[in-house]
């Protein structure tokens, strides 16, 4: 917070999660939402460093706006691959397949195993955080993603994890037709590093929206969308 006396003046909101990448713990702090009141914004920038000041971290910064992307360049956040398709939600019938898409809480405990399992009950209850699992032929893929907004129009789903993506591949346009049937949405923001491939019939967004980072410890193929804003924070 910056605060002056009992009046704070503004706040930078992070989330912070302890990560095992490969053999290790990491910790990292999700960069958020970032408000300093009119008269007071020359002090902005204090808050940023005082939250960069903290050792030990890996930072994400997943959803900066325009005038924060060329700052975090230059207090070296390095760009996440975002290549984004744009996928159609056509209705595709399930009729002489074996593939199940299940939802329900009781269904999905039931179903996820492992880390994905831990993954969801650590999620279940993130307010922009939706879940589905698709099952086929003894195997099982969990599927996280948000609601999301392009031009004012709520309209899509972006999808934030998958846990089986050779699977997903298999199954993906039953999972779009889910999105279509059981949510409401007409298409799918799918990115590449998220889902591991192309989706068929899909188009490429020509400027997809930046996500960034800082680690001297993390990859970008390390750095996921899970304990985040954008599972926790709806818009």
Same mark, same amino acid.
């Given at each position: 917070?910056?605060?002056?006396?009992?009046? &704070?003046?503004?706040?930078? &909101?992070?989330?912070?999660?302890?990560?095992?990448?490969?053999?290790?713990? $990491? *910790?990292?702090?999700?960069?958020?939402?970032?408000? %300093?009141?009119?008269?007071?914004?020359?002090?902005?920038?204090r808050?940023?460093?005082?939250?960069?000041?903290?050792?030990?971290? #890996?930072?994400?910064?997943?959803? @900066?706006?325009? *005038?924060?992307?060329?700052?975090?360049?230059?207090? *070296?956040?390095?760009?996440?691959?975002?290549?984004t398709?744009?996928?159609?939600?056509? @209705?595709?019938?399930?009729?002489?397949?074996?593939?199940?898409?299940?939802?329900?809480?009781? #269904?999905?405990?039931?179903?996820?195993?492992?880390?994905?399992?831990?993954?969801y009950?650590?999620?279940?209850?993130?307010?922009?955080?939706?879940?589905?699992?698709?099952?086929?032929?003894?195997?099982?893929?969990?599927?996280?993603?948000?609601?999301?907004?392009?031009?004012?129009?709520?309209?899509?789903?972006?999808?934030?994890? &998958?846990?089986?993506?050779?699977?997903? $591949?298999?199954?993906?346009?039953?999972?779009?037709?889910?999105?279509?049937?059981?949510?409401? %949405?007409?298409? #799918?923001?799918?990115?590449?590093?998220?889902?591991?491939?192309?989706?068929?019939y899909?188009?490429?967004?020509?400027?997809?929206?930046?996500?960034?980072?800082?680690? *001297?410890? %993390?990859?970008?193929?390390?750095v996921?969308?899970?304990?985040? $804003?954008? #599972?926790?924070?709806?818009?």
């Amino acid at each position: 917070m910056l605060v002056d006396g009992e009046r &704070v003046l503004g706040a930078y &909101v992070a989330f912070y999660s302890q990560r095992r990448v490969d053999d290790r713990l $990491e *910790n990292f702090c999700n960069l958020s939402a970032w408000c %300093v009141l009119e008269a007071y914004r020359a002090h902005g920038l204090r808050l940023l460093r005082a939250m960069l000041a903290q050792d030990g971290y #890996t930072f994400t910064d997943l959803s @900066p706006s325009g *005038n924060v992307v060329p700052l975090n360049a230059r207090l *070296n956040f390095q760009h996440l691959d975002t290549a984004t398709a744009l996928v159609p939600n056509w @209705p595709w019938p399930r009729s002489g397949t074996r593939l199940r898409i299940v939802s329900d809480p009781a #269904t999905l405990e039931s179903s996820l195993k492992g880390r994905d399992l831990e993954i969801y009950r650590d999620h279940a209850a993130a307010p922009a955080a939706h879940h589905l699992a698709v099952i086929a032929d003894g195997e099982c893929c969990y599927v996280m993603f948000r609601r999301d907004s392009r031009k004012r129009l709520r309209l899509f789903a972006s999808i934030l994890h &998958v846990g089986n993506p050779a699977l997903f $591949e298999r199954a993906a346009r039953h999972v779009y037709s889910h999105l279509l049937t059981h949510h409401g %949405v007409v298409a #799918t923001l799918a990115e590449t590093r998220v889902v591991r491939s192309r989706p068929k019939y899909s188009i490429l967004l020509p400027s997809p929206r930046p996500k960034m980072f800082r680690s *001297n410890r %993390v990859s970008s193929s390390q750095v996921d969308y899970l304990y985040s $804003e954008l #599972t926790c924070v709806p818009w």
